[in-house]
């Protein structure tokens, strides 16, 4: 199998930062929407240095900090290599799992020494929930934004396929390093992306195999890598990932941890967008063409390109949903699509 860093050379590296303190960052990450990298940014937190020590001293630190219930991980199949993705059937190539944090890191242990060992990855893992203390330990001082959460992913070596999320991101590289390839949103129709409603992690995922891609069944994939960004990061760098870019991930050691931290611009009781293009899916896309054309032109009305005129005609304090949603119409308006679709 080819070296992906023979693929991919010649892409555009993540553009490196630098900042002096917490409202340097904060500025840096209000102020750009592409995304950089901050090497060294968490470079002193303890997490860093047992990582420093090795695997078995990075899992002693965290099992200090792990609440004593199950976690869930993935796990894949003996030889079935690092990327979570796919089988031949379209199902799942891995399977879900539950155990005490302490089995799973032995299992992980165990797997270090084997070639072939399958896979394992606990992924997107609510820090403050499963490993209380851990966030003021290795502190990130974002300061107030809006749906602020942190995140841990720790597994063995993985190949995460190019997906999308809606928040904003910033990773932080504890132990281990990690491949990102990013791409700007508008290249997700040439990273041929696969089922919506049959995803690994709740997003569509590109079809493409990083590590070998196939130009004959994806050739529009060459023109998704003239716009891709790449870097690699080392234990204490940061990476910032702005909401809706899509990012192809490595864990490229036999043992990795991340915290991501996530935040969101938009208030959080508006919908998730993808709600509203499964909805569409439901109700419109199939629909004959005459009336496709129809309903594009009142989303255009209501939605993409509301003109001024939109509701002059309609008294003031009658306009309802027409008016800039507050969380009180956002909340009627939620009320009442559930009475519709559960109809």
Same mark, same amino acid.
């Given at each position: 199998?080819?070296?992906?860093?023979? %693929?991919?050379?010649?892409? $555009?590296?993540?553009?490196?930062?630098?900042?002096?303190?917490?409202?340097? %960052?904060?500025?840096?990450?209000?102020?750009?929407?592409?995304?950089?990298?901050?090497?060294?940014?968490?470079?002193?937190?303890?997490?860093?240095?047992?990582? /420093?020590?090795?695997?078995?001293?990075?899992?002693?630190?965290?099992?200090?900090?792990?609440?004593?219930?199950?976690?869930?991980?993935?796990?894949?199949?003996?030889?079935?290599?690092?990327?979570?993705?796919?089988?031949?059937?379209?199902?799942?190539?891995?399977?879900?799992?539950?155990?005490? #944090?302490? /089995?799973?890191?032995?299992?992980?242990?165990?797997?270090?020494?084997?070639?072939?060992?399958?896979?394992?990855?606990?992924?997107?893992?609510?820090?403050?929930?499963?490993f209380p203390g851990?966030?003021?330990?290795?502190?990130?001082?974002?300061?107030? &934004?809006?749906?602020?959460?942190?995140?841990?992913?720790?597994?063995?070596?993985?190949?995460?396929?190019?997906?999308?999320? !809606?928040?904003?991101?910033?990773?932080?590289?504890?132990?281990?390093? &990690? $491949?990102?390839?990013?791409?700007?949103?508008?290249?997700?129709?040439?990273?041929?992306?696969?089922?919506?409603?049959?995803?690994?992690?709740?997003?569509? #995922?590109?079809?493409?195999?990083?590590?070998?891609?196939?130009?004959?069944?994806?050739?529009?994939? $060459? !023109?998704?890598?003239?716009?891709?960004?790449?870097?690699?990061?080392a234990p204490g760098?940061?990476?910032?990932?702005?909401?809706?870019?899509?990012?192809?991930?490595?864990?490229?050691? &036999?043992?990795?941890?991340?915290?991501?931290?996530?935040? &969101?611009?938009?208030?959080?009781?508006?919908?998730?967008?993808?709600?509203?293009?499964?909805?569409?899916?439901?109700?419109?896309?199939?629909?004959?063409?005459?009336?496709? /054309?129809?309903?594009?032109?009142?989303?255009?009305?209501?939605?993409?390109?509301?003109?001024?005129?939109?509701?002059?005609?309609?008294?003031?304090?009658?306009?309802?949903?027409?008016?800039?949603?507050?969380?009180?119409?956002?909340?009627?308006?939620?009320?009442?699509? %559930?009475?519709?679709?559960? $109809?």
């Amino acid at each position: 199998m080819p070296d992906p860093a023979d %693929l991919f050379d010649g892409l $555009r590296p993540v553009s490196a930062i630098t900042v002096a303190d917490c409202w340097a %960052l904060d500025h840096a990450l209000a102020a750009s929407a592409e995304p950089f990298v901050v090497r060294g940014l968490v470079a002193d937190w303890p997490l860093v240095a047992a990582g /420093a020590k090795g695997p078995p001293s990075a899992r002693t630190y965290l099992f200090g900090f792990a609440r004593d219930t199950d976690f869930t991980y993935a796990e894949g199949v003996p030889g079935g290599g690092e990327r979570i993705f796919y089988d031949d059937t379209m199902a799942m190539n891995h399977r879900t799992r539950r155990a005490r #944090i302490a /089995a799973i890191f032995a299992e992980m242990e165990a797997g270090e020494g084997q070639a072939d060992a399958p896979l394992r990855y606990i992924a997107s893992t609510d820090v403050p929930r499963f490993f209380p203390g851990l966030a003021e330990a290795n502190a990130m001082p974002l300061g107030p &934004r809006e749906g602020l959460a942190a995140t841990i992913w720790i597994g063995s070596a993985t190949r995460v396929a190019a997906h999308f999320d !809606e928040p904003d991101n910033l990773v932080c590289t504890a132990v281990g390093h &990690r $491949r990102f390839t990013l791409f700007p949103p508008d290249q997700f129709a040439n990273l041929y992306l696969g089922p919506l409603d049959n995803t690994p992690g709740g997003r569509a #995922i590109s079809m493409v195999d990083f590590h070998a891609p196939d130009f004959a069944r994806f050739p529009r994939f $060459r !023109e998704a890598l003239r716009h891709a960004r790449t870097v690699v990061l080392a234990p204490g760098d940061a990476l910032r990932i702005p909401s809706l870019w899509w990012h192809h991930v490595e864990a490229l050691d &036999r043992f990795n941890v991340m915290i991501n931290y996530w935040w &969101r611009t938009r208030p959080a009781w508006l919908a998730e967008p993808n709600d509203a293009l499964l909805a569409a899916l439901l109700a419109i896309r199939d629909l004959p063409a005459e009336a496709r /054309a129809h309903w594009r032109q009142v989303f255009d009305n209501y939605v993409f390109a509301p003109g001024e005129t939109l509701t002059a005609h309609i008294p003031d304090g009658a306009r309802g949903v027409l008016d800039p949603l507050t969380p009180e119409t956002a909340g009627q308006l939620r009320a009442y699509l %559930l009475r519709q679709l559960s $109809r």
